[in-house]
Protein backbone atom coordinates (compact mmCIF):
# COMPACT_ATOMS: atom_id res chain seq x y z
CA UNK A 1 0.00 0.00 0.00
CA UNK A 2 1.76 3.40 -1.06
CA UNK A 3 1.78 6.26 1.63
CA UNK A 4 1.54 9.49 -0.51
CA UNK A 5 2.38 12.55 1.71
CA UNK A 6 0.71 14.76 -0.94
CA UNK A 7 -2.63 14.76 -1.02
CA UNK A 8 -4.43 16.57 -4.10
CA UNK A 9 -7.20 18.84 -3.46
CA UNK A 10 -7.45 19.43 -7.18
CA UNK A 11 -7.11 16.57 -8.86
CA UNK A 12 -3.86 15.87 -11.27
CA UNK A 13 -5.94 14.62 -13.71
CA UNK A 14 -7.50 17.73 -13.80
CA UNK A 15 -5.06 19.84 -14.71
CA UNK A 16 -3.43 17.23 -16.64
CA UNK A 17 -5.20 18.66 -20.07
CA UNK A 18 -3.10 21.96 -19.47
CA UNK A 19 -0.35 20.77 -19.52
CA UNK A 20 2.14 21.72 -22.21
CA UNK A 21 4.94 19.56 -23.99
CA UNK A 22 7.25 20.08 -21.28
CA UNK A 23 4.16 18.56 -18.92
CA UNK A 24 4.19 21.92 -17.59
CA UNK A 25 1.49 24.61 -17.00
CA UNK A 26 1.08 28.03 -16.92
CA UNK A 27 0.53 29.23 -13.20
CA UNK A 28 -1.05 32.16 -12.16
CA UNK A 29 -0.65 33.05 -8.20
CA UNK A 30 -0.92 36.53 -6.45
CA UNK A 31 0.72 35.30 -2.75
CA UNK A 32 1.69 39.51 -2.26
CA UNK A 33 0.01 42.56 -4.23
CA UNK A 34 1.36 41.34 -7.94
CA UNK A 35 0.40 38.76 -9.90
CA UNK A 36 3.36 35.78 -10.33
CA UNK A 37 3.47 33.82 -13.17
CA UNK A 38 5.70 30.97 -13.83
CA UNK A 39 6.01 27.59 -15.16
CA UNK A 40 4.91 24.52 -12.93
CA UNK A 41 4.55 21.05 -12.54
CA UNK A 42 1.16 19.40 -11.40
CA UNK A 43 3.07 17.62 -8.62
CA UNK A 44 2.69 20.80 -6.30
CA UNK A 45 -0.25 22.32 -7.29
CA UNK A 46 -3.85 22.21 -5.41
CA UNK A 47 -2.10 19.58 -3.16
CA UNK A 48 -1.22 19.83 0.55
CA UNK A 49 1.12 17.80 3.14
CA UNK A 50 -1.12 14.99 4.50
CA UNK A 51 -4.24 16.70 3.99
CA UNK A 52 -6.83 13.52 4.21
CA UNK A 53 -4.50 11.88 6.75
CA UNK A 54 -6.16 9.98 9.51
CA UNK A 55 -6.60 7.19 11.60
CA UNK A 56 -9.11 4.68 10.36
CA UNK A 57 -10.78 3.30 13.40
CA UNK A 58 -11.73 -0.40 11.38
CA UNK A 59 -8.74 -0.72 10.19
CA UNK A 60 -5.83 1.21 11.32
CA UNK A 61 -4.47 3.20 8.13
CA UNK A 62 -3.98 6.79 8.35
CA UNK A 63 -3.72 6.57 4.60
CA UNK A 64 -7.88 4.97 4.04
CA UNK A 65 -8.92 8.13 2.59
CA UNK A 66 -5.97 9.00 0.21
CA UNK A 67 -5.92 5.59 -0.89
CA UNK A 68 -8.99 4.39 -0.87
CA UNK A 69 -12.03 7.20 -1.21
CA UNK A 70 -10.46 10.30 -2.96
CA UNK A 71 -7.72 8.42 -5.03
CA UNK A 72 -9.62 4.38 -5.80
CA UNK A 73 -13.29 5.77 -5.32
CA UNK A 74 -13.49 9.57 -6.79
CA UNK A 75 -10.71 10.50 -8.53
CA UNK A 76 -9.57 7.34 -10.86
CA UNK A 77 -13.44 6.92 -12.16
CA UNK A 78 -13.86 10.52 -12.59
CA UNK A 79 -10.56 11.01 -14.51
CA UNK A 80 -12.33 8.12 -16.84
CA UNK A 81 -15.69 9.54 -17.12
CA UNK A 82 -14.00 13.49 -18.18
CA UNK A 83 -11.90 11.35 -20.69
CA UNK A 84 -15.03 9.89 -22.66
CA UNK A 85 -16.82 13.24 -21.77
CA UNK A 86 -14.03 15.04 -23.63
CA UNK A 87 -13.93 12.10 -26.73
CA UNK A 88 -17.04 11.11 -27.01
CA UNK A 89 -19.58 13.68 -25.13
CA UNK A 90 -22.20 14.00 -22.80
CA UNK A 91 -24.92 11.89 -24.69
CA UNK A 92 -22.69 8.63 -24.31
CA UNK A 93 -22.87 8.60 -20.50
CA UNK A 94 -24.78 5.92 -18.88
CA UNK A 95 -27.19 6.94 -16.02
CA UNK A 96 -24.67 5.86 -13.63
CA UNK A 97 -21.79 7.90 -15.49
CA UNK A 98 -24.24 10.96 -15.36
CA UNK A 99 -24.64 10.17 -11.43
CA UNK A 100 -21.24 9.81 -10.81
CA UNK A 101 -20.05 12.94 -12.38
CA UNK A 102 -22.68 14.69 -10.43
CA UNK A 103 -21.07 13.05 -7.63
CA UNK A 104 -18.01 14.94 -8.54
CA UNK A 105 -19.14 18.14 -9.14
CA UNK A 106 -20.60 18.40 -5.99
CA UNK A 107 -17.58 17.73 -4.15
CA UNK A 108 -15.26 19.50 -6.35
CA UNK A 109 -17.37 22.51 -5.04
CA UNK A 110 -16.38 21.76 -1.28
CA UNK A 111 -12.81 20.21 -1.70
CA UNK A 112 -10.40 22.69 -1.03
CA UNK A 113 -7.23 23.25 1.13
CA UNK A 114 -9.38 24.49 3.76
CA UNK A 115 -11.34 22.32 6.80
CA UNK A 116 -14.76 23.89 6.22
CA UNK A 117 -15.14 24.52 2.70
CA UNK A 118 -18.32 26.07 2.64
CA UNK A 119 -18.88 29.57 1.74
CA UNK A 120 -21.86 31.74 2.81
CA UNK A 121 -22.98 32.40 -0.48
CA UNK A 122 -26.97 33.81 -0.55
CA UNK A 123 -27.59 30.93 -2.88
CA UNK A 124 -25.48 28.20 -1.46
CA UNK A 125 -26.51 25.19 0.40
CA UNK A 126 -24.63 25.62 4.03
CA UNK A 127 -21.77 23.12 4.25
CA UNK A 128 -22.07 23.29 7.82
CA UNK A 129 -25.46 21.70 8.15
CA UNK A 130 -23.69 18.84 6.36
CA UNK A 131 -20.86 18.83 9.17
CA UNK A 132 -23.16 19.82 11.94
CA UNK A 133 -25.17 16.37 11.10
CA UNK A 134 -22.13 14.11 10.43
CA UNK A 135 -21.35 15.27 14.00
CA UNK A 136 -24.80 14.53 15.11
CA UNK A 137 -24.88 11.37 13.53
CA UNK A 138 -27.48 12.17 11.93
CA UNK A 139 -26.01 10.66 8.44
CA UNK A 140 -27.86 10.54 4.97
CA UNK A 141 -25.57 8.33 3.55
CA UNK A 142 -26.92 5.27 4.85
CA UNK A 143 -30.56 5.95 3.28
CA UNK A 144 -29.20 6.33 -0.14
CA UNK A 145 -31.11 3.91 -2.15
CA UNK A 146 -28.98 3.61 -5.30
CA UNK A 147 -25.54 2.70 -6.09
CA UNK A 148 -23.12 5.29 -6.18
CA UNK A 149 -19.57 6.20 -6.25
CA UNK A 150 -19.23 5.58 -2.40
CA UNK A 151 -21.37 2.72 -2.31
CA UNK A 152 -18.69 0.18 -0.44
CA UNK A 153 -18.44 2.88 1.95
CA UNK A 154 -21.98 3.74 2.89
CA UNK A 155 -22.03 1.36 6.06
CA UNK A 156 -18.30 2.28 7.36
CA UNK A 157 -17.49 5.49 6.17
CA UNK A 158 -18.42 6.62 10.38
CA UNK A 159 -15.77 6.56 12.92
CA UNK A 160 -13.85 8.96 11.06
CA UNK A 161 -12.47 10.95 14.43
CA UNK A 162 -11.44 14.37 14.09
CA UNK A 163 -11.82 13.85 10.43
CA UNK A 164 -15.88 14.55 10.18
CA UNK A 165 -15.44 17.48 7.76
CA UNK A 166 -14.15 14.67 5.05
CA UNK A 167 -17.69 12.78 5.89
CA UNK A 168 -19.49 16.01 5.45
CA UNK A 169 -17.78 16.02 2.01
CA UNK A 170 -19.26 12.82 1.16
CA UNK A 171 -22.40 13.50 2.62
CA UNK A 172 -22.46 16.79 0.57
CA UNK A 173 -21.88 14.91 -2.74
CA UNK A 174 -24.04 12.28 -2.38
CA UNK A 175 -26.48 14.07 -1.14
CA UNK A 176 -29.91 12.88 -3.35
CA UNK A 177 -31.92 15.93 -3.71
CA UNK A 178 -28.19 18.28 -5.23
CA UNK A 179 -27.49 15.52 -7.33
CA UNK A 180 -31.23 14.71 -8.85
CA UNK A 181 -31.42 18.46 -9.12
CA UNK A 182 -28.11 18.26 -11.62
CA UNK A 183 -29.41 15.06 -13.34
CA UNK A 184 -32.73 16.93 -14.42
CA UNK A 185 -30.74 19.62 -16.26
CA UNK A 186 -29.61 19.35 -20.10
CA UNK A 187 -25.65 18.81 -20.08
CA UNK A 188 -23.43 20.50 -23.01
CA UNK A 189 -20.25 21.05 -24.05
CA UNK A 190 -19.43 24.55 -24.78
CA UNK A 191 -15.77 24.71 -27.10
CA UNK A 192 -13.58 27.58 -27.90
CA UNK A 193 -13.07 29.20 -31.20
CA UNK A 194 -9.65 29.09 -32.81
CA UNK A 195 -8.99 32.54 -32.09
CA UNK A 196 -6.37 32.22 -28.89
CA UNK A 197 -9.08 32.52 -26.55
CA UNK A 198 -8.81 29.15 -24.18
CA UNK A 199 -10.84 27.92 -20.74
CA UNK A 200 -8.72 28.78 -18.21
CA UNK A 201 -8.87 26.32 -14.95
CA UNK A 202 -8.59 27.70 -11.27
CA UNK A 203 -8.12 26.10 -7.79
CA UNK A 204 -11.93 26.29 -7.48
CA UNK A 205 -13.30 25.53 -10.55
CA UNK A 206 -16.35 24.09 -9.97
CA UNK A 207 -19.16 27.53 -11.09
CA UNK A 208 -22.69 26.81 -9.96
CA UNK A 209 -25.76 28.38 -8.34
CA UNK A 210 -27.89 26.71 -6.34
CA UNK A 211 -31.25 27.72 -4.63
CA UNK A 212 -33.40 25.82 -2.12
CA UNK A 213 -31.11 23.04 -2.06
CA UNK A 214 -31.24 22.56 -5.78
CA UNK A 215 -28.55 22.90 -8.11
CA UNK A 216 -29.71 25.65 -10.75
CA UNK A 217 -26.60 25.47 -12.61
CA UNK A 218 -23.30 24.38 -13.09
CA UNK A 219 -20.10 24.42 -15.04
CA UNK A 220 -16.47 23.09 -15.15
CA UNK A 221 -13.82 23.56 -17.70
CA UNK A 222 -12.81 20.33 -18.58
CA UNK A 223 -9.69 21.16 -21.34
CA UNK A 224 -8.65 24.40 -22.88
CA UNK A 225 -10.95 23.79 -25.48
CA UNK A 226 -14.10 22.12 -23.41
CA UNK A 227 -15.99 23.60 -21.12
CA UNK A 228 -18.81 21.58 -19.11
CA UNK A 229 -22.47 23.30 -18.56
CA UNK A 230 -25.43 22.01 -17.45
CA UNK A 231 -28.63 24.30 -17.31
CA UNK A 232 -32.31 24.52 -18.09
CA UNK A 233 -33.06 23.40 -21.16
CA UNK A 234 -34.93 26.95 -22.47
CA UNK A 235 -31.77 29.01 -21.09
CA UNK A 236 -29.30 26.58 -23.66
CA UNK A 237 -32.13 27.42 -26.48
CA UNK A 238 -32.74 30.95 -25.84
CA UNK A 239 -29.64 32.72 -23.99
CA UNK A 240 -27.66 34.43 -26.79
CA UNK A 241 -24.21 33.68 -24.59
CA UNK A 242 -24.94 30.39 -25.51
CA UNK A 243 -24.83 30.89 -29.34
CA UNK A 244 -21.54 31.10 -31.12
CA UNK A 245 -21.54 34.22 -32.43
CA UNK A 246 -21.11 35.02 -28.48
CA UNK A 247 -18.79 32.72 -28.01
CA UNK A 248 -15.61 34.40 -27.21
CA UNK A 249 -18.12 36.59 -24.62
CA UNK A 250 -18.90 33.60 -23.32
CA UNK A 251 -15.23 32.58 -22.41
CA UNK A 252 -13.54 35.99 -21.42
CA UNK A 253 -16.50 35.58 -18.97
CA UNK A 254 -15.72 31.96 -18.02
CA UNK A 255 -11.65 32.84 -17.59
CA UNK A 256 -12.87 36.05 -15.47
CA UNK A 257 -14.85 34.23 -12.58
CA UNK A 258 -12.24 31.30 -12.40
CA UNK A 259 -9.71 34.29 -11.86
CA UNK A 260 -12.46 35.85 -9.21
CA UNK A 261 -13.10 32.53 -7.51
CA UNK A 262 -9.44 30.98 -7.11
CA UNK A 263 -8.19 30.71 -3.70
CA UNK A 264 -4.66 30.53 -4.48
CA UNK A 265 -3.67 29.83 -8.03
CA UNK A 266 -5.26 30.15 -11.81
CA UNK A 267 -3.46 27.74 -14.39
CA UNK A 268 -3.48 28.06 -18.35
CA UNK A 269 -2.19 25.87 -21.36
CA UNK A 270 -1.39 29.66 -23.45
CA UNK A 271 -1.06 32.74 -22.22
CA UNK A 272 -4.13 34.23 -23.88
CA UNK A 273 -4.58 36.42 -27.03
CA UNK A 274 -1.45 39.44 -26.92
CA UNK A 275 -0.77 37.52 -23.36
CA UNK A 276 -4.22 39.13 -22.27
CA UNK A 277 -4.54 36.36 -19.10
CA UNK A 278 -1.93 38.04 -17.14
CA UNK A 279 -3.43 41.36 -17.28
CA UNK A 280 -6.71 39.48 -16.34
CA UNK A 281 -4.81 37.83 -13.61
CA UNK A 282 -3.69 41.45 -12.21
CA UNK A 283 -6.94 42.80 -12.65
CA UNK A 284 -9.49 40.00 -11.47
CA UNK A 285 -7.78 37.57 -8.61
CA UNK A 286 -8.04 38.28 -5.22
CA UNK A 287 -5.06 40.51 -3.29
CA UNK A 288 -4.01 38.93 -0.21
CA UNK A 289 -5.82 39.60 2.86
CA UNK A 290 -3.40 41.20 5.29
CA UNK A 291 -2.27 39.12 8.23
Not at 44 to 68: F, Q
Not at 158 to 183: N, R
Not at 226 to 231: E, N
Request: glycine share 6%; aromatic share 10%.
Amino acid sequence: MSKPKLHHWLPQFLMRPWCGEDGLVNRFHRPHKDVVYGRKGLKYLGSENRLYEASWKLIGDPYHYENNIFSKVVDDPSSSLIKKIINFGVGELTPMEKKSFSHFLLLQMIRSSERCIGENQADFISFEEFLLRVRKSESDMKRLDDVSIFNIYVNNIKGSGSHSWIQAMLEFATDPKLVDSILKLEWMLIGCLDTGLDYVLGDKPVLAQIANGKVMEIAIPLSPNILFHASSPDRHSFDPIFSENSREIFIVLNVIEQMKRAKDFVISKNLGRNGGYLKMAEEYMKHPVPS
